[in-house]
């Protein structure tokens, strides 16, 4: 949705005729075009007024600087007349976005004519899933294969399904209204993402679904719901290969233009009449953007802008692989996407990750005056909206428990809480209370009614309460009465299945392909300069000097050579496998958008590597044939070429076939070899025809190798060179016996059958590989997990949930609380294992690198970028220390060189712990990082990751039974019990959800017994709650008396006042403030109100993002002070300096980190460790463990029935 959404009809994307859906409104007054034009202009304006409506559309005048107008093309509208119309209209997106936007909606309305609107009704809904419980639900080897068995028996009704039900979402009911945002809000597996699937029309068809979903009264089998809404997922999924602009172009030219063509023809024609004259500028967008089939579009260039995405818009976008944009960039990117086209509803899934509070504000305001400009209906999913963010939406939608809590205006939701007696505090985001206000051991901290005892209110009590609260009533009347579809637009709603036609669909699918081949160019070079290389061993090793052509032996050694450079043609096709599993994620996702057929990506593939065919097998062909000796006729040359074309092409087609199937590359790639071994097996050679089993008869006559085989043996040895009669009694010529001799065809016609049937298996393979991407969905389908009520223990059940549905991952009694200061419950902890207190101090730390040669390029003379600029401070126990600052301010850097993992650039200053110097071989022992990315073995448990870390790292003296309860009591202080017999796996495909992988990562460091803790960012990507629950886990630590710094990223109050002092850094690397946050952040609030000309907070205002605000660059220039300077004067600063002092000298009695060994166990534990995990990972692995006993068992059966007795024949 963008400026163009508003000539969004519903499906016509016809140049000429019907624009009759927009012809329902009646004329009204309009104003007349001015009469002092300049008469030039208004020649042009006239000339273009006699044009045909098609030819009309087509032209613009584009106004330039100087006053004078050109005609231009509109089809030919280049980048840089984009962008002045862009820079015209929207300047600056923040300012400019809104007056643009009317002067849109003006234009339109001046004629009559209504923008369609889109309302959407859900009524008594109801989603269920089926899940194993427990143990049964780890997907071990042995569960893997009941789970076969089960199904089967169950399809066949000879056993029950003992898969327990599990409710998703509970007969919730609801209107979404254009013109209106609407935030949805719950605690983390409340349902939210599969609301908004159901909403958009995209839930599995897995799922047991009931109720309704309506649009403007229509049911979702009416219309193509994937078209008329857009979905925008939470996980970010792109074509690492591709640059920003390119991914939106590509995106937008799928979409298409909806019926902004015909909405355009109808406003020209009434403008016409009327004898109006548009605004040039806005004139030309219009038509631009109803352009169909354009490479690059202005609507993509009016996205990047209000995305903020212009910086990096010719940028990679990146993956694992790949150095690309941001992660917060990336997910701009993802919903950019969907922004870029036609759709006039819009279902967003927390697009907010990563991105900091401001720039979730300007996007979030854009969307605000998109819908409410021009018409549109939105429901987004945010993780932590600031209160500047939440007061931008008109509808709030809490959901819990797959229930709807509360569903109506945001200025009335925290009276219908209070109604309930909670009341939500002063210094509390809004968003924050209503995510805690539903959950159990969150809730009592709201209660305001002193002279009533609180008692916990469920869920279910909450929702049936809304009933009969006053806006609940009114939602239940509304909902009464059905929809008038009389007033449906004819064009609000979707009917046709893609956005532009076959023929444009296979132009930008053609297109993409193209692009992506010219990027991965080093494949292709590489394969073929493998191919090089072997085709120089090949003719080495078969030099025609050293081969001869007179016997029946001499042709076998021949056979061997062709056969040898069939098998390195079909080799060379291989690498199709690995690159079609690669793209398979991102053509999942865009093939259910419906942005192409199957067939659409399908034939790019094949046909543009046509052409590399030709070069890969003419440089084996022709570095080959003549130096090996095979028959020098020419024509024989070249059939030769012919064939082997034939067979690279048929093994690329059966690979990329493969990988469609198979959708996982370990899967994948053990059918890849069953298949080579089965065609080698069964090719005519390793196997001559007389020698294959009957019941083997069929595999030879279905294997393509055999027709290769047989093709190439008979255009080689039915040649002159080989027409010789070596033994007259027979009467035959040399190729004929040597044909004879291995069982191979001896006709002539069989190159001919050869041809044909290769050419029948590429069709065949690739039609295969259509089918597969059509029908089959994603193999790593996504889990997630839920606490089984019946244990105690927590233990875990994972459901099959495809597109990311989400079932309650903690039960009502394991809840946990947001309290982050919450007291620890044991008041023991830490004295199973004792650890010594450390504290850590630096000095005037320097840290830089040498400087980048673009940087140099770019006339920087310096030979050094300094990085950090001699900060100095102290971490002391049981302080929880914040580092904060913009981003480059230096944050991670300084955390990295504290903790050691800095392994380039130089160093200066001094690093002291507990008084003595830095030492990291021993540092390492007592110290733990936490990384910001949550990096954990897949295939274990919550339990046996803490095992392997505790088993590795803690000292060797430490006995087994020590190191369990040790264990226990870390589980117990991260909260991590009842998750402790819950698979880790995947993040974004299955086990732990986000804020889960963070508590296990502080576990995983914490069992190692540090003193010192370092950890990067770990509230970042959580939603309210879930941050607030890493937070106590943080405090917890701390509480122990362990020494913890913490980066932290845009936190809310609450997280911010859990810190005890807070390390603040300019860009540039300098510290602006190092000190204690006081009651309410009294004492850095004082800091900074202190300087002169700095506004003073607002109340309520969250201190962290008023103290960024007041100590910008900009604010700095305004000011006229430095910060950093400012600070350095200060009587702050002067104390620090003095505590660094003290604690930089040893404590009496003291003695320095000294450890006998490198490492904590002996090699033997190390090994015994190691092959304990590997053990269970691969138990739990079935797509390679079940995958390879399958694959041996059938090739041992294969290859024993296919040799059956031959070791007796002599």
């Not at 064009?491 to 053609?510: D, F, H, M, N």
Request: glycine share 8%.
């Amino acid at each position: 949705m963008e400026g163009g959404d508003i000539y969004r009809a519903s499906n016509s994307i016809r140049r000429t005729g019907s624009s009759s859906v927009w012809r329902n409104t009646g004329m009204e007054a309009f104003s007349r075009s001015s009469r002092d034009e300049d008469d030039e202009e208004a020649l042009r304006w006239a000339a273009l007024e006699k044009l045909p409506t098609f030819d009309r559309l087509r032209k613009g005048i584009l106004t330039a600087s100087h006053g004078a107008g050109n005609e231009i093309d509109i089809q030919s509208l280049g980048f840089n007349e984009r962008r002045t119309i862009l820079e015209r209209l929207v300047k600056v997106a923040e300012e400019d976005n809104e007056r643009f936007l009317l002067k849109l909606k003006d234009r339109i309305e001046r004629v009559g004519i209504d923008m369609p609107t889109i309302e959407v009704r859900y009524e008594h809904l109801n989603v269920e899933a089926e899940a194993h419980v427990g143990s049964r639900a780890l997907p071990s080897f042995i569960n893997f294969v009941m789970d076969i068995i089960d199904g089967f028996l169950n399809t066949l009704h000879i056993l029950p399904n003992h898969k327990k039900h599990v409710s998703i979402l509970k007969d919730v009911s609801g209107v979404i209204k254009p013109c209106r945002m609407t935030l949805l809000l719950g605690p983390p597996s409340s349902g939210k993402t599969s609301l908004l699937l159901a909403l958009s029309g995209k839930l599995d068809k897995e799922l047991k679904t009931t109720g309704s979903v309506t649009y403007n009264g229509h049911g979702l089998n009416e219309f193509v719901p994937q078209r008329t809404a857009a979905y925008i997922s939470q996980h970010d999924l792109h074509i690492g290969e591709m640059t920003v602009r390119e991914t939106l172009s590509f995106s937008a030219r799928c979409q298409g233009v909806g019926s902004r063509y015909d909405m355009l023809a109808e406003l020209s024609r009434r403008e016409k009449a009327a004898n109006i004259k548009p605004d040039p500028d806005i004139d030309i967008y219009m038509k631009a953007a109803a352009a169909e089939g354009q490479e690059t579009n202005v609507i993509t260039d009016y996205v990047l802008k209000i995305l903020g995405l212009e910086v990096c818009a010719d940028t990679m976008v990146g993956d694992e692989m790949l150095r690309g944009i941001s992660g917060g960039q990336r997910k701009r990117v993802t919903t950019g996407e969907m922004l870029v086209g036609p759709s006039k509803a819009l279902f967003m899934d927390e697009i907010s990750t990563g991105l900091d509070s401001s720039t979730t504000y300007q996007i979030v305001n854009s969307l605000r005056q998109i819908v409410h400009i021009l018409k549109g209906t939105a429901v987004i999913s945010l993780l932590q909206p600031a209160p500047e963010t939440y007061d931008l939406f008109d509808d709030i939608i809490l959901i819990s428990d797959g229930q709807i809590v509360y569903h109506g205006p945001r200025e009335l939701v925290l009276e219908f809480f209070e109604s309930m007696g909670f009341r939500c505090p002063e210094r509390k985001g809004v968003a924050d209370f209503l995510q805690e206000v539903t959950s159990r051991k969150d809730q009592q901290q709201y209660w305001f009614r002193r002279d009533e005892p609180y008692r916990f209110v469920a869920v279910r009590e909450f929702a049936e309460a809304f009933q009969s609260f006053h806006v609940g009533r009114k939602l239940a009347e509304e909902l009464s009465s059905p929809y008038d579809r009389s007033k449906s637009h004819p064009a609000a709603l979707t009917t046709q299945k893609y956005g532009i036609g076959p023929k444009e669909l296979l132009k930008a699918s053609i297109s993409r392909e193209y692009l992506l081949m010219k990027r991965n160019s080093f494949v292709y070079i590489f394969k073929l300069v493998q191919l090089t290389i072997m085709a120089c061993i090949a003719m080495t090793l078969f030099m025609r000097t050293k081969l001869h052509k007179d016997s029946v032996t001499d042709g076998g050694i021949y056979v061997g050579a062709l056969f040898f450079t069939v098998i390195m043609i079909m080799f060379n096709g291989m690498s199709e496998l690995s690159m079609t599993i690669a793209k398979l994620p991102v053509f999942y996702k865009q093939r259910d958008l419906l942005f192409y057929p199957s067939w659409a990506y399908a034939l790019p593939t094949w046909i543009l590597k046509i052409p590399i065919t030709f070069v890969e097998v003419g440089v084996w062909t022709f570095i080959t044939y003549y130096v090996i000796g095979f028959d020098p006729y020419v024509v024989r040359l070249f059939r030769q070429y012919l064939l082997l074309m034939l067979v690279n092409q048929m093994a690329s087609s059966l690979f990329r076939f493969i990988g469609a199937l198979g959708r996982n590359m370990i899967v994948a790639n053990t059918f890849g070899a069953f298949a080579l071994l089965t065609l080698f097996a069964l090719g005519g050679v390793v196997l001559s025809r007389e020698q294959v089993k009957k019941w083997w008869k069929w595999g030879y006559w279905s294997s393509p190798l055999m027709y290769a085989q047989n093709a190439i043996v008979v255009n080689e040895f039915l040649g002159n060179s080989w027409s010789q009669i070596q033994n007259v009694t027979k009467n035959e010529a040399l190729g004929v016996e040597v044909l004879k001799s291995r069982g191979f065809f001896t006709s002539a016609y069989w190159y001919w059958i050869g041809v044909g049937a290769l050419v029948g298996f590429v069709l065949l393979f690739n039609f295969g590989f259509t089918m597969a991407l059509k029908y089959l969905n994603p193999f790593g389908v996504s889990h997630s997990i839920k606490a089984d009520d019946s244990e105690p223990t927590g233990r875990e059940i994972e459901l099959s949930a495809r597109g990311g549905k989400e079932i309650k991952r903690e039960s009502g009694h394991s809840s946990k609380s947001s309290s982050v200061v919450a007291p620890p419950a044991n008041g023991k902890r830490g004295m199973v294992l004792p650890f010594e207190q450390h504290s850590i101090t630096f000095d005037d730390i320097k840290y830089s690198v040498d400087m980048p040669e673009e940087m140099k390029i770019q006339g920087v003379v310096e030979d050094k970028l300094v990085l950090l600029k001699g900060v100095s401070g102290a971490f002391r126990p049981g302080v929880l220390t914040a580092l904060m600052g913009v981003s480059g301010a230096g944050k991670t850097t300084l955390m990295d060189v504290l903790a050691g993992r800095k392994t380039g650039g130089y160093i200066e200053g001094n690093i002291m712990i507990s008084g003595y110097p830095k030492k990291q071989e021993t540092f390492a022992r007592v110290s733990g990082y936490c990384e910001q990315n949550d990096i954990h073995s897949p295939h274990v448990t919550v339990y046996e990751s803490l095992v392997y870390s505790a088993w590795l790292r803690l000292p060797a003296e430490v006995d087994s039974n020590t190191r369990k309860m040790f264990i226990e009591e870390v589980m117990e202080l991260v909260e991590l019990n009842p998750l402790r017999e819950a698979l880790v796996g995947l993040p974004g495909v299955n086990g732990l959800s986000t804020e889960q992988r963070k508590r296990l990562t502080i576990a995983v460091e914490l069992v190692a017994n540090p003193s010192i803790i370092f950890m990067d960012e770990p509230t970042s990507g959580l939603d309210a709650r879930a941050a607030a629950i890493v937070m106590r886990t943080v405090r917890n630590t701390v509480d122990t008396g362990r020494t913890v710094v913490c980066t932290i990223h845009q936190p809310s109050i609450d997280i911010f006042e859990a810190f005890d002092e807070l390390f603040l850094m300019k860009r540039g690397g300098e510290e602006i403030y190092v000190g204690p946050l006081g009651h309410h952040s009294s004492q850095l609030i004082k800091y900074f109100e202190g300087v002169q000309g700095v506004s003073k907070i607002k109340d309520g205002y969250n201190p962290a993002t008023w103290m960024l605000e007041v100590s910008t660059s900009a604010q700095e220039l305004a000011l006229g002070v430095d910060f950093a300077e400012y600070y350095k004067q200060s009587d702050l600063y002067r104390r620090n300096k003095a505590l660094i002092k003290e604690l930089s000298v040893p404590a009496p009695n003291s003695k320095d980190l000294y450890f006998q060994t490198e490492y904590s166990q002996s090699f033997l534990t190390q090994c015994l460790a190691c092959l304990w995990k590997q053990r269970k990972s691969y138990w739990r692995n079935p797509p390679y463990t079940a995958v390879r006993f399958l694959f041996t068992t059938f090739i041992a059966i294969m290859f024993g029935s296919m040799f059956w007795d031959l070791g007796k024949r002599r």
